[in-house]
C-alpha cells in the first residue's frame, strides 16, 4: 500500500497559507513594530532578579488567577470577565475558534491587522475583507458593509493597524446593536486613544474587548494579552485557549507591572504623543502626508514601500512596508518614540521618504 504524501498529511487551510513572517534584523532605530522604545517598565527588572527558578519545574496556574486579579482591578471590573493568552495573539486565535464554526465567516475592515485573516483561515473561517471607508469619512469602518456578511465573527480594531485611524463611535454602536455573531473588538493601541469600551464590554453581552501588553506596557518578549467580555463568552474563549499559557514569569511580571508602574505607563503614552504631534509636523513640513493616527505609530502614503524601508534600513531605522494596501496603495508604518529616541531617525526619512 502506498503511503499519502507528507505534504497531504497537512490540514487543507493551512498547507495553503503562508507562514507569517517580518523583518527582524536588528537595526539601530527600530520603529517596525509598534513595540515600548523606552523598554520593560521599571518592576519588571526588579521581578525578575528574584524570581525563585523552581517556579519553572512546576506548571503555573491554569488560566492565570492572579493575573485576572490585578487585570480586573486595573479596569474595574470582575475577574469573571476576563481572560489571558499568550499575547493577543493567542487570545483572538481562541475567540476566532470559540465563536465560529469551520466554514462560517469573519468580516473585518481592511486593511487591519494581518493576522486576523490569518487566524480565520487558520480555523477554517472564510476571511472576509471590507474596505475601509476613504480619507473623507477619516478611515472610518463601513458597519453597513461589515453587518451585510452577516459574519459570525466581526473584527474592528481600534485604533486600527495599520492605519493608526480610529472607529468612530457611530459605527461602533451600529456594529454593536446589529452584529448576528460576536463583535471581537482588538484595542491594541487604546492607552494612546483613551476610548475604550471594555467597561461596556459585561453589559452588551456579545463583545470581547482584546488588549495587550506588548505595546504601552512594554512587555511585547513576555507574551501577555487578555480579553474583557461577559462572563459566558470569557469562559467560551477559555475553554478554546486550553490551560497554562501565561508562563509563570510572564505573570508575575504582568502582576508586577499592574500594580506598580501605572505612572511610568503613563509618562510613556504622554511623551509619544507629544512626539507624535512633532513628527507629523515634521513630515508635513516636508509635504508628507501621514493618516490621522490615535495610536503610537504613523501610516506614511510612500511612491514605494519595499524600497523606501530598505534605504531606510540601511540608514539603521526599521519601518514596516506596507505594500498595496487597500484604498491607500504602498505605505510604510512608522512607530513613534519619544522624542530624544525618534530624533537621530529624522536625517534618514528627510533624505528617504517620498510621497505616493
Ligand atoms: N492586535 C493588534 C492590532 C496588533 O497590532 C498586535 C501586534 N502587532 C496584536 C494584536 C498582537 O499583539 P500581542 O500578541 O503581542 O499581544
Redesign the pocket.
Known amino acids: 500500500m502506498t503511503r499519502p504524501s507528507v505534504d497531504t498529511l497537512v490540514r487543507t487551510s493551512i498547507a495553503k497559507m503562508t507562514l507569517y513572517a517580518s523583518n527582524r534584523e536588528p537595526c539601530a532605530i527600530d520603529l517596525s513594530?509598534?513595540t515600548n522604545p523606552r523598554g520593560a517598565p521599571p518592576s519588571a527588572r526588579a521581578v525578575v532578579p528574584q524570581t525563585n527558578v523552581d517556579l519553572f519545574a512546576r506548571y503555573p496556574s491554569h488560566y492565570a488567577a492572579d493575573l485576572k486579579g490585578a487585570i480586573a482591578a486595573h479596569l474595574g471590573v470582575g475577574p469573571d470577565e476576563i481572560v489571558t493568552g499568550c499575547?493577543?495573539?493567542?487570545v483572538?486565535d481562541s475567540a476566532i475558534r470559540a465563536f465560529a464554526n469551520p466554514g462560517g465567516a469573519l468580516a473585518y475592515p481592511d486593511p487591519t491587522?494581518a493576522?486576523v485573516p490569518y487566524f480565520a483561515r487558520v480555523n477554517d473561517l472564510e476571511p472576509r475583507p471590507v474596505p475601509l471607508l476613504g480619507p473623507e469619512r477619516g478611515y472610518d469602518v463601513d458597519a453597513e458593509g461589515l453587518l451585510a456578511q452577516r459574519a459570525s465573527i466581526t473584527y474592528v480594531?481600534s485604533p486600527n493597524?495599520p492605519t493608526g485611524t480610529r472607529t468612530s463611535a457611530a459605527a461602533m454602536e451600529r456594529l454593536l446593536a446589529e452584529a448576528e455573531g460576536v463583535v471581537l473588538l482588538?484595542e491594541?493601541?487604546i492607552e494612546y486613544a483613551g476610548d475604550s469600551l471594555v467597561r461596556r464590554a459585561k453589559s452588551q453581552g456579545r463583545l470581547l474587548v482584546?488588549r495587550?501588553f506588548?505595546k504601552a506596557f512594554g512587555l511585547?518578549g513576555a507574551?501577555v494579552?487578555y480579553a474583557v467580555g461577559a462572563p459566558e463568552l470569557v469562559a467560551a474563549v477559555e475553554k478554546s485557549r486550553g490551560p497554562y499559557k501565561v508562563t509563570a514569569l510572564a505573570e508575575q511580571v504582568t502582576v508586577a507591572a499592574l500594580k506598580n508602574d501605572a505612572a511610568w505607563v503613563e509618562t510613556g503614552v504622554r511623551d509619544v504623543l507629544s512626539a507624535r504631534e512633532r513628527f507629523v509636523a515634521f513630515l508635513a513640513q516636508r509635504g508628507i502626508a501621514s493618516l490621522p493616527s490615535s495610536a503610537n505609530f504613523v501610516l506614511v502614503p510612500v511612491r514605494d514601500a519595499a524600497g523606501q524601508a530598505k534605504a531606510l534600513r540601511q540608514r539603521g531605522v526599521a519601518v514596516r512596508p506596507f505594500p498595496g494596501l487597500t484604498g491607500i496603495g504602498d505605505a510604510v508604518r512608522i512607530s513613534i518614540a519619544p522624542w530624544e529616541l525618534l530624533e537621530p531617525a529624522l536625517p534618514a526619512f528627510e533624505e528617504v521618504l517620498s510621497c505616493a
Open positions: 513594530d509598534n499575547g493577543s495573539d493567542d483572538l491587522f493576522m480594531c493597524n482588538d491594541a493601541y482584546v495587550t506588548s511585547a507574551r494579552g
